[in-house]
C-alpha cells in the first residue's frame, strides 16, 4: 500500500458526460501528479499540483482539468467524455526535496461507452 | 523533449533464473534521475530502483539491480534469481531535474517490457 488513495476503483458512463477522479495524497505530500494511461498512448504525463498550486501541464486536453484544495487532495475533472477518454487514470503524490519518488495510487479505472 | 524507449516489448525467463531489460533514453540534461516501476496484473504502479545520474555506483535492491551507462544513456534492469512473483509490466522512467522548475519534476514513460516467468 503506497498510502495514495485514489476514487472510485471504476467508472463507467457514456459519451458526453461528466466525471471526477479524486485522489488523496500520502500524508505530508505536497505534490500530487495525475497520469493517464490508455492502450494507445501508454502512461502519459497529465498535470502536477504542488500545495494547491498547478505546477505543470503535459498532453492534458481542454476537456480535461484539475485542481488541489487546501487539505492536498485533488480532483481530475473530465468532460464532454468520448471514447477515447476510456484508460487507467493514476495519481501519484511526492513530498518534496531532489530526490524523493513519485508513489502511486492504486488507479481508477474509466470507461466510457 | 526527453525520450524513454524500451525496445522489448516482452521476455521470458526460467524461475530462479537472471533476465535483463534494457532501456534507453534521450536528454540534454546532465543531472536527472531514473526509474524502474513495476505493473503487476492488479495496475498497481510499484517503484523497483532508482538511480541519480550524478552517482556512478549502479542502484541495487535485493535481486534487483541496474547497468547505468551514462554516456550511452542506457539504464538496463537486471532480476536474478526470478520469481513467480516478479510476472508483470516494467516501465522505465525519466524524471526531469529540479532546476528545470517548469517541468515539474514529471514522469516520463518508456511503453514498458512484459515479463512473463516460466515455473
Known amino acids: 500500500d503506497s498510502g495514495v488513495t485514489q476514487t472510485p476503483k471504476h467508472l463507467i458512463t457514456a459519451t458526453g458526460q461528466r466525471v471526477t477522479l479524486r485522489c488523496s495524497p500520502r500524508?505530508?505530500?505536497?505534490?500530487v501528479y495525475w497520469y493517464q494511461q490508455s492502450l494507445d498512448q501508454g502512461l502519459q504525463f497529465l498535470i502536477q499540483y504542488y500545495n494547491g498550486e498547478e505546477r505543470a501541464k503535459g498532453n492534458i486536453l481542454e476537456r480535461f482539468s484539475a485542481q488541489q484544495f487546501p487539505d492536498l487532495h485533488s480532483e481530475l475533472n473530465l468532460s464532454s467524455l468520448e471514447l477515447g477518454d476510456s484508460a487507467l487514470y493514476f495519481c501519484a503524490s511526492r513530498s518534496g526535496g531532489g530526490t524523493d519518488t513519485q508513489y502511486f495510487g492504486p488507479g481508477t479505472r474509466l470507461t466510457v461507452l | 523533449a526527453q525520450t524513454v524507449t524500451q525496445s522489448q516489448p516482452e521476455m521470458s525467463v526460467q524461475e530462479a533464473e537472471t533476465v535483463t531489460l534494457s532501456c534507453t533514453y534521450d536528454?540534454?540534461?546532465?543531472?536527472?534521475?531514473l526509474f524502474w516501476y513495476k505493473q503487476p496484473p492488479s495496475r498497481q504502479m510499484i517503484l523497483v530502483i532508482r538511480q541519480e545520474a550524478y552517482k556512478q555506483q549502479n542502484a541495487t535492491e535485493n535481486r534487483f539491480s541496474v547497468n547505468f551507462q551514462k554516456a550511452a544513456k542506457s539504464f538496463s534492469l537486471k532480476i536474478s534469481d526470478s520469481q513467480l512473483g516478479d510476472a508483470a509490466m516494467y516501465f522505465c522512467a525519466y524524471r526531469t531535474p529540479s532546476s528545470i522548475k517548469a517541468a515539474g519534476n514529471k514522469l516520463t514513460f518508456g511503453g514498458g517490457t512484459r515479463v512473463l516467468v516460466k515455473p
Open positions: 500524508s505530508g505530500d505536497l505534490s
Open positions: 536528454t540534454s540534461e546532465s543531472d536527472y534521475y
